[in-house]
């Protein structure tokens, strides 16, 4: 009787995330960007606030829990009414010609025109990524990348949408 083998995929050598304070637990640090730090009150375009619910910075906002736990707390943004504006970013050192993986999870907090990010690293594009119009439903971005030549990675998110109403998002887990 022929017996059946299965056979596992190859152990893939997994590290430790090189992002600090990805899921910005340990508040408005770690990280940089062009917006605006604007505590309890993300009311104008091209502002932030670190907090566990949007709505408690934006009347407008859905009013729901961050992706990590449901109780912790997560970067929410009112959207850039100016193009090009950097979201998030931050520099992590890397190893030569190694293949890394950068992951975000996303998610409106104001259903009109939903936020459209690009992502880079070094000054390159590596992916889009447009968030839905339900609002507070975390969704997972994530893209492969290769080192080649580089020792360190600037990773930049950045809104590509500049309306000024909705464009709105909130981002966790990075």
């Not at 449901?70 to 030569?96: E, I, R």
């Not at 998610?107 to 594009?125: H, M, V, Y």
């Amino acid at each position: 009787v022929p017996t059946t083998k299965t056979l596992s995929p190859p152990a893939q050598n997994v590290g430790p995330n090189l992002i600090i304070n990805g899921d910005f637990e340990s508040g408005n640090t770690g990280f940089s960007t062009e917006y605006v730090f604007s505590p309890s009150a993300i009311l104008n375009p091209a502002t932030y606030d670190v907090l566990s619910n949007p709505n408690s910075a934006h009347p407008s906002a859905a009013s729901f829990g961050d992706h990590t736990s449901g109780s912790g707390l997560m970067m929410a943004l009112n959207g850039a009414d100016v193009p090009g504006q950097v979201v998030w970013s931050q520099t992590v050192p890397v190893v030569t010609n190694t293949d890394y993986e950068f992951s975000a999870w996303i998610t409106s907090w104001f259903l009109i025109l939903p936020a459209q990010l690009e992502f880079r690293i070094n000054g390159s594009p590596i992916g889009t990524f447009t968030t839905t119009r339900a609002s507070g439903v975390w969704e997972q971005f994530a893209v492969g990348w290769n080192s080649g030549n580089s020792t360190s990675a600037l990773i930049e998110i950045v809104n590509s949408n500049t309306s000024y109403s909705g464009n709105d998002l909130a981002i966790d887990d990075l």
